[in-house]
């Protein structure tokens, strides 16, 4: 059907198919028939058997499916063993062409999901497992860690060592692998009693040590394999937060852990190495992160510093090379609680406008009250210009302050315009509703209007009101 389909010949539903497919589907058609004759045993377990089973899986694949099988091994009492199928499942390899290594790593996918089916489904309870397959490649990426391959590998075999142990897993030669049979196929008088495909290759029926099955493999350099790039032990740190585009960050904290995470795998007295990024960034660590981005946005400074820009502000450089303000408040500074100094910041940086985010998300305050908490700890130039831009631009700011729609008082009426003498324009105006009680049932409410008398006085807006009572 998908050689049909994919052909570079254009066929609509009614139009014949080629003479070539025509001859392969008559030859389907035809051992199709011949699967009425081919019969399982219902029964897997034999009797005379000697303690738990074995489960042994195969997997394989090639240019035109991959897929693996499962066999159940049982020892008798006279030393013998028996084998018996008891599940295989195979797919067509995808259109898109992949090399057969990746077809492989994908049979051993169907493996590791057969033995977790089998295990939660099946009554039996296997004393041992053994996952076979005839590739190298396949058997050597089993052995290693996921995360030094690429995506598309990584997964695969992350899935493979979640559900299986890879100690279980051995290579044999081609020649005895039964995988063959779902890959390229095989004829329907071929798969009745007694055939390779029922009772499985015959070296399992020897003992377990006669098996031509190797467990380890060959150290080489695997296909898919992430280049990793050893870097000198000399590098810098300061230059290493250069290679972080800051301009696709919107989050401060978000910042200063990524570049943790960037510097942990950079040791001055170790080589890199991706273990370090697992683990979870200290106090300690954020302090650095962030001393490294205040470097990074005051090497923009340097030729404004030369120029005296910042002459009024009295920069000074402390030991850990940042550059700090307030030279005239020392004694001020060391009687603070915090006793720190405060770090001079351009207004141009990315990192300056992340800060000033940052303090402003925490309570969304006004523009002078966000304002002072950063001059706390930085000063950064036209940084209340910063601020009522980061305050219009918020939107949970808007939300907040938005103006609400207030009632808009109707023009007063023509009578109470005129001059006119007393008692010259009158009016009974009705309100309520009003709930009360009734006078001898107290438990039972009503509702009640009430009435009163307007009376207009001349020339004042002055109203006199009398009430006549309330009607019910």
Known sequence: MRQIWASDIKMNWDDPIPEENKREWIMFFKELHEMDNVKFKRCMKPRDTVGDPIL??????????????????????????????????????????????CLELCGAIIDKRLKVLLQQQCRYHFQKFYH????????????????????FAATRI????????????????????????????????????GSSWQDGPTFLNQTESKWPIIRNYAEQQLPDM????????????????TRININNYSNYKRLLRVTVRVLSMYHIDSKPTFLNVKRE????????????????????MQEELKAGKYKSLCPRLRKDGIYVVGSRATRWMAMSYNKSEVILLPYEHRFSRLYAEYVHNRGHYGVLTTASKI??????????????????????????????????????????????????CTAVDLFGPFQIKDEVRKRTTGKAYGSSYLQLLRNTSRVSRSYSGLQH
């Open 226 to 241: 992430v280049k990793t790039v050893r870097i000198a032990t000399a590098v810098i740190k300061d230059d290493i937060v």
């Open 132 to 151: 076979i397959v005839d590739s190298q490649i396949v058997h050597a990426m089993i052995q290693k860690d996921s995360y030094g391959f690429n995506t």
């Open 56 to 101: 042994i899986i195969f997997s394989d694949g090639s240019s035109q499916a991959f897929g693996a099988c499962a066999y159940v091994r049982w020892e008798l009492k006279g030393g013998l063993f028996k084998n018996s199928l008891i599940l295989s499942k195979n797919r067509l390899a995808p259109i898109k062409k992949m090399s057969i290594d």
């Open 375 to 424: 001059r706390s700890k930085f000063w950064i130039r036209k940084l209340l210009k910063m601020t009522k831009s980061i305050k219009y631009n918020c939107i949970i700011c808007r939300k907040l302050n938005k103006k609400l729609n207030e009632q808009v008082m109707g023009e007063p009426p023509e009578e109470r315009l005129k001059p006119s003498p007393a008692w010259h």
């Open 281 to 300: 960034p200290t106090a300690e660590d954020l302090m650095k992160a962030e001393d490294l981005g205040i470097k990074e946005a005051q090497r923009n």
């Open 158 to 193: 992350g899935e493979i060592q979640e559900g299986t142990d890879p100690k279980d897993w051995y290579w044999v030669e081609s020649e005895y692998i039964i995988t063959d049979w779902l890959t390229r196929g095989k004829k329907s008088s071929e798969l009745g009693f």
